[in-house]
Protein backbone atom coordinates (compact mmCIF):
# COMPACT_ATOMS: atom_id res chain seq x y z
CA UNK A 1 0.00 0.00 0.00
CA UNK A 2 1.25 3.40 -0.73
CA UNK A 3 2.37 5.86 1.72
CA UNK A 4 0.37 8.77 2.87
CA UNK A 5 1.59 11.85 4.70
CA UNK A 6 -1.08 14.17 6.96
CA UNK A 7 -1.24 16.37 9.39
CA UNK A 8 -1.48 14.48 12.92
CA UNK A 9 -4.38 13.70 15.17
CA UNK A 10 -4.89 13.70 18.56
CA UNK A 11 -6.02 10.25 18.16
CA UNK A 12 -2.57 9.76 16.09
CA UNK A 13 -0.96 10.39 20.05
CA UNK A 14 -0.41 7.04 21.31
CA UNK A 15 1.29 6.23 17.65
CA UNK A 16 3.39 8.77 17.61
CA UNK A 17 4.58 8.45 21.26
CA UNK A 18 5.09 4.97 20.54
CA UNK A 19 7.82 5.75 17.89
CA UNK A 20 9.40 8.27 19.77
CA UNK A 21 10.16 5.90 22.63
CA UNK A 22 11.05 2.88 20.37
CA UNK A 23 13.72 4.99 18.16
CA UNK A 24 15.07 7.46 21.42
CA UNK A 25 14.54 5.56 24.51
CA UNK A 26 15.16 7.47 27.56
CA UNK A 27 15.90 10.55 25.62
CA UNK A 28 12.50 10.47 24.12
CA UNK A 29 9.89 13.56 24.15
CA UNK A 30 6.98 12.87 26.69
CA UNK A 31 3.55 12.22 25.98
CA UNK A 32 2.61 15.52 27.19
CA UNK A 33 5.43 17.26 25.70
CA UNK A 34 4.39 15.58 22.23
CA UNK A 35 0.42 17.19 23.03
CA UNK A 36 1.62 20.41 23.38
CA UNK A 37 3.55 20.71 20.06
CA UNK A 38 0.56 18.89 18.12
CA UNK A 39 -1.21 22.23 19.78
CA UNK A 40 1.48 24.72 19.50
CA UNK A 41 2.24 23.79 15.69
CA UNK A 42 -0.38 21.77 14.19
CA UNK A 43 0.81 22.65 10.54
CA UNK A 44 4.26 21.04 11.31
CA UNK A 45 2.97 18.26 13.17
CA UNK A 46 3.09 15.07 10.42
CA UNK A 47 2.42 11.41 10.23
CA UNK A 48 3.51 8.76 7.99
CA UNK A 49 0.47 6.08 7.11
CA UNK A 50 1.11 3.11 5.60
CA UNK A 51 -1.65 0.27 5.92
CA UNK A 52 -3.46 2.73 7.91
CA UNK A 53 -1.00 2.94 10.58
CA UNK A 54 0.94 5.42 11.85
CA UNK A 55 4.86 4.44 11.06
CA UNK A 56 6.56 7.43 11.41
CA UNK A 57 6.11 11.30 12.08
CA UNK A 58 7.79 15.07 12.24
CA UNK A 59 7.65 17.82 14.30
CA UNK A 60 8.77 20.97 13.65
CA UNK A 61 7.91 24.45 15.09
CA UNK A 62 7.96 27.75 13.44
CA UNK A 63 10.85 30.27 15.08
CA UNK A 64 12.39 33.46 14.71
CA UNK A 65 11.48 36.95 13.62
CA UNK A 66 7.71 36.72 11.95
CA UNK A 67 8.63 33.27 12.08
CA UNK A 68 10.86 32.94 9.01
CA UNK A 69 12.76 29.93 10.67
CA UNK A 70 11.48 26.18 10.98
CA UNK A 71 12.85 24.10 13.85
CA UNK A 72 12.67 20.39 13.57
CA UNK A 73 12.27 18.78 17.29
CA UNK A 74 11.85 15.33 16.11
CA UNK A 75 12.16 13.20 13.21
CA UNK A 76 10.99 9.50 13.68
CA UNK A 77 10.47 5.98 11.44
CA UNK A 78 9.26 2.79 13.50
CA UNK A 79 12.64 0.17 12.82
CA UNK A 80 10.92 -2.38 10.92
CA UNK A 81 9.94 0.39 8.06
CA UNK A 82 12.78 2.32 7.99
CA UNK A 83 15.00 2.08 4.75
CA UNK A 84 11.59 2.67 3.00
CA UNK A 85 12.43 6.16 1.99
CA UNK A 86 9.67 7.59 4.60
CA UNK A 87 11.98 9.73 6.42
CA UNK A 88 12.64 11.30 3.58
CA UNK A 89 8.70 11.62 2.71
CA UNK A 90 8.40 13.60 5.56
CA UNK A 91 10.86 15.82 5.20
CA UNK A 92 9.95 16.31 1.55
CA UNK A 93 6.58 16.86 2.51
CA UNK A 94 7.64 19.44 5.30
CA UNK A 95 9.94 21.28 2.85
CA UNK A 96 7.25 21.96 0.38
CA UNK A 97 5.13 23.23 2.60
CA UNK A 98 7.71 25.41 4.96
CA UNK A 99 7.99 27.16 1.41
CA UNK A 100 4.42 27.79 1.09
CA UNK A 101 4.39 29.62 3.66
CA UNK A 102 7.40 31.86 2.70
CA UNK A 103 9.98 30.65 5.56
CA UNK A 104 13.32 30.91 4.82
CA UNK A 105 15.08 28.47 6.45
CA UNK A 106 15.12 25.00 8.07
CA UNK A 107 17.08 24.53 10.98
CA UNK A 108 18.34 20.60 13.17
CA UNK A 109 20.01 18.82 15.59
CA UNK A 110 21.22 15.65 15.27
CA UNK A 111 23.60 13.25 16.89
CA UNK A 112 27.01 13.63 15.48
CA UNK A 113 27.55 10.00 14.93
CA UNK A 114 24.17 9.06 13.30
CA UNK A 115 25.64 8.83 9.90
CA UNK A 116 22.52 7.55 8.08
CA UNK A 117 20.57 10.32 9.04
CA UNK A 118 23.00 13.04 8.49
CA UNK A 119 23.75 11.61 4.97
CA UNK A 120 20.07 12.30 4.20
CA UNK A 121 20.05 16.24 5.70
CA UNK A 122 23.14 16.23 3.69
CA UNK A 123 21.51 14.62 0.30
CA UNK A 124 18.47 17.72 0.99
CA UNK A 125 21.30 20.25 0.91
CA UNK A 126 21.16 20.67 4.71
CA UNK A 127 24.69 22.06 5.57
CA UNK A 128 26.84 21.92 8.93
CA UNK A 129 26.71 25.40 10.58
CA UNK A 130 27.53 24.48 14.08
CA UNK A 131 27.87 22.12 16.65
CA UNK A 132 26.51 21.55 20.10
CA UNK A 133 28.43 19.75 22.88
CA UNK A 134 26.75 17.37 25.37
CA UNK A 135 23.17 18.69 23.76
CA UNK A 136 21.81 14.99 24.79
CA UNK A 137 21.11 13.19 27.66
CA UNK A 138 23.66 10.79 27.22
CA UNK A 139 26.73 13.21 27.14
CA UNK A 140 26.89 13.37 22.81
CA UNK A 141 27.42 15.97 20.57
CA UNK A 142 24.63 17.41 18.06
CA UNK A 143 25.47 18.80 14.75
CA UNK A 144 23.67 21.71 14.26
CA UNK A 145 22.36 21.98 9.87
CA UNK A 146 20.38 23.69 8.05
CA UNK A 147 19.03 24.32 5.17
CA UNK A 148 18.18 27.39 3.26
CA UNK A 149 15.25 27.31 0.68
CA UNK A 150 16.23 29.80 -2.08
CA UNK A 151 19.27 27.04 -2.49
CA UNK A 152 16.88 24.13 -3.01
CA UNK A 153 15.96 22.72 -5.46
CA UNK A 154 13.66 19.57 -5.67
Known amino acids: M ?11 LDAIYNIETISFGYEAFTKNFLLELMFRSP ?10 KVVGYLS ?13 LSIAVLPEYRGQGI ?9 DLVKMKKI ?12 IAINVYKK ?3 KIIGY ?6 DGSDALVM ?6 FNL
Open 132 to 137: KYRYYR
Open 104 to 115: SSIILEVKKNND
Open 43 to 52: EFFIVAEKDN
Open 124 to 126: FGF
Open 146 to 151: KLDLHD
Open 2 to 12: RLNIRRARLAD
Open 60 to 72: AVAEGHFNKLCHI
Open 87 to 95: GSELLKYLI
